[in-house]
């Protein structure tokens, strides 16, 4: 329905329910395996941070609920970029790292925004800061405005990393980036530049990486299977040793054994074996051999049954059924 879909998408590891602003719905229901919720009873300092209206899409209720203190464009937080739109990711950084670096310790949830749509030099105040840097580049104007625009998340990324090694809490901390969306702000064609060839509509142009840097991790890890925003908050879950049951969730521990599995929002679906596309009802397999009848019927169905019980789990608050009121 909205971005704030793929928000909630990564921080919930369910499915979105389709025709509702799921992490509005959200607010009033009890959400024992969020980040915030976990970390802030181990004792963490827990906070998120928005450089936008800090009431849209309802975030004021939503990331409260989900255990942070929300700080964002009218709640705490004020930017001299704010006058246009995008504001500055860097300036946010600027502002917001000495709230918490000094906390011990700390869990942080952020979200960007200077590299939101729409991609042209008069609307886009990040487009136009950055347009000397890309102006020479290949591609039309659209995409080189797309490109700019994430300079400015580059520089905040540097700016959180130089505070945190100024304050001497780089190596202590874990820093996750992860996608909400691809840039649907571009056209097809304007995307397809990005590739370097035409762009499939149907699985491809979904594909974006997530990145989990630690000062632990002695060389790169890169995981080879199937995996999607849903199967992010597990996975962080899994790593930091946090209490959750893989039962009440859409996703999967993306470094666990379990097959790979992403779900689309017309019940399209990868897997290991193949892809199915739901609008022609074919599943195809990646070596070219015919398909098991039986597994992409079973594979048919689970997705379904996995949608289907995340709605379920937000139209019922059913993580207070299944652990009882915390209040009480």
């Not at 998120?48 to 942070?68: E, I, K």
């Not at 039986?294 to 289907?308: C, F, H, K, L, S």
């Amino acid at each position: 329905v909205s971005t704030s879909d793929g928000e909630y998408v990564t921080t919930t590891g369910l499915v979105p329910k389709s025709g509702v602003w799921s992490y509005s719905l959200s607010s009033e229901n009890y959400m024992p395996f969020s980040l915030g919720n976990q970390f802030r009873d181990l004792g963490y300092r827990t906070m998120a941070f928005h450089d936008y209206l800090y009431n849209y899409y309802d975030r004021n209720r939503s990331h409260p609920n989900m255990g942070y203190e929300y700080i964002a464009l009218g709640q705490g937080l004020a930017l001299d970029s704010a006058d246009a739109f995008p504001s500055s990711d860097q300036e946010m950084m600027e502002k917001i790292v000495p709230m918490f670096v000094d906390q011990d310790p700390f869990m942080v949830y952020c979200l960007t925004v200077s590299g939101h749509l729409n991609y042209n030099l008069e609307e886009n105040a990040m487009a136009r800061r950055h347009w000397d840097e890309v102006k020479n580049l290949p591609y039309s104007d659209s995409v080189k405005c797309y490109l700019a625009c994430q300079q400015e998340l580059e520089l905040a990324m540097e700016s959180l990393v130089r505070q945190l090694e100024e304050a001497g809490r780089l190596e202590d901390t874990v820093i996750v980036l992860s996608a909400d969306h691809y840039p649907y702000g571009l056209t097809d064609e304007e995307y397809s530049e990005l590739f370097g060839h035409p762009v499939d509509p149907v699985f491809e142009i979904y594909e974006n990486s997530l990145i989990l840097w630690s000062a632990d991790l002695e060389e790169p890890v890169h995981v080879d299977k199937y995996c999607s925003s849903l199967d992010v908050m597990p996975t962080l879950a899994n790593l930091f040793g946090l209490e959750y049951d893989s039962r009440l969730m859409a996703g999967r521990d993306i470094l666990s054994d379990t097959p790979g599995l992403v779900i689309f929002s017309n019940y399209s679906f990868l897997t290991d074996l193949g892809a199915y596309n739901s609008t022609t009802d074919v599943f195809t397999m990646w070596d070219g051999s015919e398909p098991d009848p039986d597994y992409v019927a079973e594979r048919v169905a689970e997705v379904q049954n996995r949608v289907a019980y995340s709605a379920s789990i937000l139209d019922n608050d059913y993580y207070r059924v299944v652990f009882g009121d915390p209040e009480d």
